[in-house]
Each structure stands twice: as structure tokens, then as C-alpha cells.
């Protein structure tokens, strides 16, 4: 299958969003999102721009810690926009609990060329029963 370099560069962001999920962190999320960006997970409302996208993961690694791997679909660019399907699975744990629980979801990225690099500009994800 032929990659392009659009294509290199986003399933390089897309592995940099799994490696930060796994660390937990807050400013390696941000850094891949658009200013504008928009991040729609499941059972929570939307966080629009970056504020918003800040306190819903702060919010998350407060209450969970994953240990994921995001396995890539497709990635389709046009342009300046790009869309991937992927999956992750893994473990989650439930810091309220302690217990460790399996995780599997499937996710849809919008991305969009920001300032030369390509971002996340919606993020969106549902569990796989």
C-alpha cells in the first residue's frame, strides 16, 4: 500500500495521541489539538477549543489511567483536512476503585494542517461492545 507524507505525518500524531493518553498527559494531548479543537467523548458533552479540551482530560486522568494501543484503519487527506478511523485496546484503570478493566474503543479524527503541522481538530470515540 502506497503512504504518502500527509499520511506519514498524521499516523505519527496519532501514535503521539496513544503515547499521550498513556502518560496521562494533559500538555502532550494539547500540543496535538488545533486552538479551535474539539474533543467528543462518549457519555460526556463536547470540549470546544483548547480550554475546554484541557479540563475534560483533566478531568478523565482524575478518574481513569489507560494503557492503550491505537491500531490505524485509514487515514484520508484532502488538502488541508484529513480524516482516520482507528481502534485502541487495552486497559483502563479505575483510580475510585483500583480495579483494572478492559478497554477496546473505535475513534474518528478530524485533522487539519495548522501552522504546517497536522492537528487534531475533532476527536470523537464510542466503545465497542
Do not use: C
Not at 494539547?30 to 467528543?40: I, N
Not at 470540549?47 to 489511567?65: D, K, P, T
Amino acid at each position: 500500500m502506497f503512504t504518502t507524507p500527509e499520511q506519514t505525518a498524521i499516523e505519527s500524531l496519532l501514535h503521539a495521541y496513544g503515547d499521550a493518553l498513556n502518560a496521562a498527559s494533559v500538555p502532550q494531548v494539547l500540543a496535538l489539538y488545533t486552538p479551535d479543537g474539539v474533543f467528543m467523548p462518549t457519555g460526556a458533552p463536547s470540549a470546544s477549543g483548547l480550554a475546554q479540551v484541557q479540563q475534560a482530560y483533566e478531568g478523565i486522568f482524575q478518574q481513569i489511567r489507560l494503557h492503550i494501543k491505537l491500531h490505524i484503519l485509514e487515514v484520508v487527506v484532502s488538502g488541508d483536512y484529513a480524516f482516520a478511523s482507528t481502534t485502541s485496546a487495552g486497559t483502563t484503570l479505575i483510580h475510585a476503585t483500583g480495579q483494572t478493566v478492559a478497554e477496546e474503543n473505535r475513534e474518528l479524527f478530524v485533522l487539519q494542517r495548522h501552522e504546517g503541522q497536522w492537528k487534531i481538530a475533532r476527536y470523537m470515540f464510542n466503545k465497542m461492545a
